[in-house]
């Protein structure tokens, strides 16, 4: 069975570009998870969907990132404008229930 | 929200060595209780979970055991081999129709041949 997949898996942009990182989740998840790692922080919730819905998007660290899910098979993440602190791992999660199953990730780096 | 501690921050065992980690959770409403192995440069993955009504879950060389009453819960792994050697991590979700995780800052195992 394919796992979540992720694109793509290594992004460099420069400060001020628009940045967009796609997910699939696993057929018949009904919800989704945006989580992003980086050593300061560790792994960070950023937002979380249940049956395309956004349900809570209190990670969201600010007006520049924004998330939507079309459809129960496709997620996108946008960061817009992008700046350096923003350079990170970012991963989709998706999940049947309890357990999550996470993507390769995207590692985003923002010059 | 549910705050997850986690220690040893690194661990190094020799190879055939046990290996335990341990965190401890703050919001006594929390019942589920997964742990993820991270490979380099690759996503966590679930390796183990345990809910709020057992005390202890095991899968071959691993197991988990959760206390409630002290509300922490640790991962241990035997017989360590070197392809034991990664990042772990612990989470709590307090459930109840949501189902978000708060991690652990994780662990480094390294496995010494």
């Known amino acids: 069975d394919a796992g979540v997949i992720q694109s793509p898996r290594h992004e460099v942009t420069e400060m001020g570009q628009e940045v967009t990182l796609r997910c699939k989740p696993i057929?018949?998840?009904?919800?989704l998870f945006w989580y992003r790692q980086t050593m300061m922080r560790g792994l960070e919730l950023l937002i979380y969907?249940?049956?395309?819905?956004?349900?809570?998007d209190s990670g969201m660290p600010e007006d520049r990132f924004s998330a939507k899910m079309p459809n129960a098979s496709f997620s996108t993440l946008k960061i817009q404008p992008s700046e350096p602190r923003d350079s990170a791992v970012y991963f989709c999660?998706?999940?049947?229930?309890?357990?999550?199953?996470f993507g390769p990730g995207t590692r985003l780096t923002v010059t | 929200g549910e705050n997850v501690e986690q220690h040893p921050s690194t661990l190094s065992v020799q190879e055939g060595d046990s290996a335990v980690i341990k965190c401890t959770y703050s919001d006594s409403a929390s019942n589920y209780f997964p742990w993820y192995k991270q490979e380099l440069g690759k996503g966590p993955q679930l390796i183990i979970d345990i809910r709020s009504n057992v005390g202890e879950k095991k899968d071959q060389r691993i197991a988990v055991t959760l206390n409630k009453t002290a509300k922490h819960f640790s991962l241990h792994i035997t017989e360590t081999q070197p392809e034991d050697s990664a990042v772990y991590f612990c989470?709590?979700?307090?459930?109840?129709?949501?189902?978000?995780?708060?991690f652990g800052a994780g662990t480094t195992v390294t496995v010494r041949a």
């Open positions: 057929s018949g998840h009904n919800s």
């Open positions: 969907f249940n049956n395309n819905v956004p349900i809570d």
């Open positions: 999660a998706s999940s049947p229930g309890r357990k999550q199953y």
């Open positions: 989470a709590a979700s307090i459930g109840s129709g949501d189902y978000k995780l708060s």
